[in-house]
Nanobody
């Protein structure tokens, strides 16, 4: 059974930082691309950052220079360091995994991030 469990969300003031973590089980973690997505009320879910199985990273233009994705294959964990947070970063953040490029196969339950102005 595949499980992705996020942690680290919360309430923070604008300009602050949060670090999200996602622990994966039930998959061969090192073989999977990992991504962080987010969804704000009334909007579509969007990809925030991705790190491939080979360690290549990419992120959305809106978070470049502020958010950093990383992975630890020994701990089966992917993290998202979020700095200089803005109110528009408020959303539910989801961890996801995929074996091949294309559709994301597995999803976590999400963790709420709220940035107050």
């Amino acid at each position: 059974q595949v499980q992705l469990v996020e942690s680290g969300g919360g309430l923070v003031q604008a300009g602050g930082s949060l670090r999200l973590s996602c622990h994966a089980s039930g998959i061969i973690f090192r073989q999977h691309d990992m991504g962080w997505h987010r969804q704000a009320p009334g909007t579509q879910r969007e990809l925030v950052a991705v790190i491939t199985a080979g360690g290549i990273t990419n992120s959305a233009t809106s978070v470049k220079g502020r958010f950093t994705i990383s992975r630890d294959n020994t701990e089966n964990t992917v993290s998202l360091q979020m700095n200089s947070l803005k109110p528009e970063d408020t959303a539910v953040y989801y961890c996801a995994a995929r074996r091949f490029s294309g559709q994301w196969e597995y999803w976590g339950q999400g963790t709420q991030v709220t940035v107050s102005s």
